[in-house]
């Protein structure tokens, strides 16, 4: 239950500069990455504004709290990361996914939305915590920073905001003045503030660990936010984080450690090192290295301490196969329940910057590619946005040094599972026309649908079947568009296993 929900007029004023938004369609003249300041008068904080909805997905406006939060979101290389940002958002939503609660508010203000148009959801984001309702002091917030948003975006040209794909360092800010009017200035970002709290390990881990029998082989760790939400119905719901460790050959779990970021996410940090020590205190050896995704947020954490502070070797990695087989295993599980981690209003990609000449159809792609049953052979393949899914296809089947064509489908659930069934009924690509009768539902065509169209997400899980016979399941992983340097497109960029034959069962000698 909300502590302080907003009054009734906040709630008008908030519908009615949604409204205004929507017909101002920002989202078609100012790209993602560019930000401009709110300096709140009684809050004494900035409030960061962008625009989402460039690339045609979920519109809206997204405020983030204070320089701590701009700083995470220049640098984020997660989706999940978004709810670590404490933010204020404004997002065009279906109506058959508005919930109840907005639903409630809707009716109270006698407001009414056709069928085929979205509806304006506002939403708190707070660290530790699942995206929630807004309290009248958010809403406050919020309403003055999309006041000044329309002020912005009603502008001819836009001077002077950050793009956070830069280095940057000044920005655009909408000053309030004594008045009542605001104002304009260009100035450098704040410094984030001082983090006050410090790692402190404790000694007697650190001696029993260093003192522990060094063993030749390494282990993988890694620490991810679950999918699923903790707390009673009705109540603000909080995020949980998972301390993982993995033997890379067996794939066997050897330690794990649930983590509260309760009551902050600092504190949560602050004590890893502790609880990664004592897993490895657990296991009894010391490994020759502690491998960690150079990405990730135990390497962060990690890196903040000081690598040479812990009593084992610890080396960054861009791929950690059998962690992500272990983690797959775990959270796609998880993924298929109804409390799976929402779709964040500002979850979005970091694109490259286009070369001169270059169309949005002419940038690169990375598409990673997984055997379903052995994650651990994989190829990374790159594409432009104007080649279609049958190129794709045929990029697959020669990564995987196959020997003969046969019926090939592409299926888009709406999450990542693990039930066949699930994805079959999924939107599905194909060769439409050769065997139809083999499908009693509606078949799009492969040749025609280019990447560029697709719209896909970061991370976004989608699958591929190859042969309906032997049925070869592959995972398919959206990793971005990237500046890659290849003149024959689409092209393999990573190859990790070797290619199982096409027909494990073949007999040369029949």
């Known amino acids: 239950m909300r502590k302080n929900p907003p009054g009734t007029e906040q709630w008008k004023k908030l519908y009615n500069l949604a409204d205004t938004i929507s017909e101002l369609e920002p989202w078609k003249v100012l790209p993602e990455h560019s930000i401009f300041g709110v300096r ?21 406006v997204t405020v983030y709290m204070g320089e701590s939060a701009l700083d995470r979101i220049r640098y984020i290389n997660s989706a999940e990361g978004l709810l670590e940002i404490p933010m204020l958002a404004l997002s065009f939503d279906s109506p058959e996914i508005v919930e109840e609660g907005d639903q409630k508010i809707i009716n109270s203000l006698k407001r009414t939305y056709k069928a085929d148009n979205t509806i304006p959801v506002f939403r708190t984001y707070t660290p530790g915590y699942f995206p929630w309702y807004m309290e009248k002091e958010e809403a406050g917030q919020l309403i003055t920073c999309l006041e000044q948003t329309i002020e912005v975006i009603r502008r001819k040209e836009f001077r002077h905001l950050l793009d956070i794909r830069t280095e940057d360092s000044r920005c655009l800010y909408r000053i309030p003045e004594k008045n009542g009017q605001w104002t304009d200035i260009v100035e450098e970002i704040p410094e984030k503030p001082e983090e006050s709290k410090h790692f402190h390990i404790k000694t007697s881990l650190l001696r029993n660990v260093g003192k522990l029998p060094e063993v030749t082989e390494s282990i993988q760790a890694g620490l991810f936010i679950l999918p699923s ?28 450690e649930l983590l509260s970021p309760i009551p902050s996410i600092r504190d949560m940090e602050l004590s890893v090192p502790n609880f990664l020590l004592r897993k490895l205190e ?26 040479e502070n812990l009593p084992v070797h610890v080396e960054e990695e861009k791929e950690l196969a059998a962690l992500e087989t ?81 019926l090939y489908s592409f299926f888009f659930p709406d999450k990542p ?55 070869w399941w592959h995972e398919l992983t959206y990793e971005g568009v990237k500046e890659i340097r290849a003149e024959d497109l689409p092209a393999v960029i990573v190859a990790k296993g070797e290619s199982p034959p096409q027909y494990p069962d073949y007999d040369e000698e029949d």
């Open 40 to 60: 709140l008068p009684d809050d004494g904080i900035n409030g960061y504004v962008g625009i989402i909805g460039e690339l045609g997905q979920v519109c809206g």
């Open 229 to 256: 939400a903790i707390g009673q119905e009705g109540e603000r719901p909080s995020t949980a984080y998972l301390l993982l460790l993995v033997d890379p050959d067996s794939k066997m779990v050897l330690g794990f």
């Open 417 to 471: 599972t693990k039930s066949q069934r699930t994805i079959m009924d999924s939107l599905e690509y194909t060769i439409t026309g050769m065997a139809d009768d083999l499908f009693d539902k509606e078949q799009n065509d492969a040749s025609e649908a280019t990447i560029q169209s697709l719209k896909l997400r970061m991370k976004q899980k989608f699958y591929y079947l190859f042969d309906w016979g032997d049925e």
């Open 282 to 307: 657990e296991i009894g050896v010391k490994p020759a290295k502690l491998s960690v995704d150079g990405d990730g947020r135990l390497c962060e954490i990690l890196y903040q301490l000081g690598y």
């Open 326 to 406: 272990v983690q797959y295993s775990l959270f796609g599980h998880m993924g298929d329940d109804d409390n799976e981690l929402p779709q964040h209003p500002a979850k979005k990609q970091k694109h490259e910057k286009p070369e001169a000449g270059q169309t949005q159809d002419d940038r690169i792609h990375v598409i990673k590619v997984s055997l379903i049953h052995d994650k651990t052979v994989y190829r990374k393949i790159a594409i432009k946005g104007n080649q279609t899914l049958e190129d794709l296809h045929g990029a697959i089947y020669n990564a995987f040094d196959r020997e003969e064509e046969h």
